[in-house]
């Protein structure tokens, strides 16, 4: 079976395709709906749609327990039903060219199936996802400290926000790993922006979030970025040359060096993969 789609937009699933994910979820059937997802994805629906009709669906199941219509048990095999399609779906990841994301929260929260989501769909748009898991702030620094081609950190909210604790955690992290975009986002994260939290960004969804630190974490130059341009509209490197003022050579080493960043094999193939993952639009 194909690898699931990391493209951003996608046919519209059919309405009884989306209930029956959602009811397996529901009731906790992981088989069903492991089996609805892939079905999903293989007409059309793409891993972030899919993940946005899980997220919704998870938010109802909490909605129904607050209203005594599911006991803790149904919702805490609805959740574990949710993560096992995660972790089915997942599998090996792709090529990671985009550099490292880490994705956490801080100590307390135990609401891990975000994390694991947004992991998911980090790889599929070729960044090395870390999840951390909840964390005190300084194993948090210390494991951001340690990954190669750090790119961002990403704080999740489930549980109401201390906004003095989360001001805290954001500005030891943008002292400690500078050079990382550092985000909070999550449910009990506020639209107000970032300022109120310190951070880079202030983010309420994955859709967001993708968006957001794939604009500030392209593994590209300026030059590799518009020869990839060319690339993108089928010019050969004399072509690209031209346009740019550049010798043929100078862009045969700059298309050798985008192959080896995007993980790709031809030039049809990193111009399939920047599309993917967001570096052309």
């Not at 529901?26 to 079905?39: F, G, K, L, N």
């Not at 998870?58 to 909605?63: F, H, N």
């Not at 050798?256 to 993952?277: H, W, Y």
Request: proline residues 5%; contains cysteine; charged residues 20%.
């Amino acid at each position: 079976m194909p690898p699931p789609s990391d493209d951003t937009a996608g046919a519209d699933p059919s309405p009884a395709a989306t209930a029956r994910f959602a009811d397996a979820l529901r009731a906790a059937d992981r088989v069903t709906a492991e089996s609805a997802a892939r079905q999903l994805l293989s007409t059309g629906t793409t891993l972030l749609e899919l993940y946005e009709l899980l997220t919704d669906t998870m938010q109802d199941v909490g909605r129904c327990w607050e209203r005594g219509e599911m006991s803790v048990a149904d919702e805490h095999q609805a959740t574990a039903a949710a993560a096992y399609v995660v972790d089915r779906l997942r599998g090996a990841p792709p090529p990671a060219g985009r550099g490292t994301v880490v994705l956490t929260s801080l100590e307390g929260e135990r609401h891990t199936l975000g994390l694991a989501v947004l992991a998911h769909l980090f790889e599929a748009a070729h960044f090395r996802a870390v999840d951390a898991g909840d964390l005190p702030i300084d194993e948090i620094v210390g494991l951001a400290n340690r990954q190669p081609s750090l790119r961002a950190v990403l704080v999740s909210a489930h549980l109401p926000v201390d906004l003095s604790r989360m001001r805290a955690a954001v500005r030891t992290l943008r002292q400690e790993v500078p050079d990382a975009t550092v985000v909070v986002g999550g449910p009990a994260v506020t639209s107000s922006g970032h300022h109120r939290y310190g951070a880079h960004g202030a983010l309420l969804t994955a859709r967001d979030a993708l968006a957001f630190v794939g604009t500030r974490s392209s593994p590209l130059t300026d030059r590799e970025q518009q020869v990839l341009a060319g690339l993108a509209e089928g010019l050969s490197n004399v072509e690209i040359a031209q346009r740019m003022g550049l010798a043929p050579s100078t862009v045969k080493d700059y298309v050798e060096s985008i192959l080896g960043k995007l993980g790709a094999s031809t030039r049809t193939g990193a111009v399939s993969m920047a599309f993917r993952s967001g570096l052309l639009r």
